[in-house]
């Protein structure tokens, strides 16, 4: 089995800024691609930012120039630091992973991001 474990998350105002951490543990032996959702209130879930297996990254609009994904793979974990936050960016936002060549698929249980005006 495997688990994600997801922090960071909180209230800070505009302008401030939070990194979220999600750290994969269990039966994980290589990962294929890992990546931040985000779902607002009324709203579908969506991509933030993923990061492959050799670094590629790639971002939303709404967030390019802002947030930056990275990951750490003798930790098995990925982070989104994200700056300059807005109100628009308050969501629940889900770490997903894509490991062992492509047959595991799962999701963090979601951490509360806050932007206040």
């Known amino acids: 089995q495997v688990q994600l474990v997801e922090s960071g998350g909180g209230l800070v105002q505009a302008g401030g800024s939070l990194r979220l951490s999600c750290a994969a543990s269990g039966s994980i032996f290589s990962i294929n691609v890992m990546a931040w959702y985000r779902q607002a209130p009324g709203k579908q879930r969506e991509l933030v930012a993923h990061i492959t297996r050799d670094g590629t990254t790639n971002y939303a609009d709404s967030v390019k120039g802002r947030f930056s994904i990275s990951r750490d793979d003798a930790k098995n974990t990925v982070l989104l630091q994200m700056n300059s936050l807005k109100p628009e960016d308050t969501a629940v936002y889900y770490c997903?992973?894509?490991?062992?060549?492509?047959?595991?698929?799962?999701w963090g249980q979601g951490t509360q991001v806050t932007v206040s005006s």
């Open positions: 997903n992973v894509i490991a062992n060549n492509w047959s595991y698929d799962g």
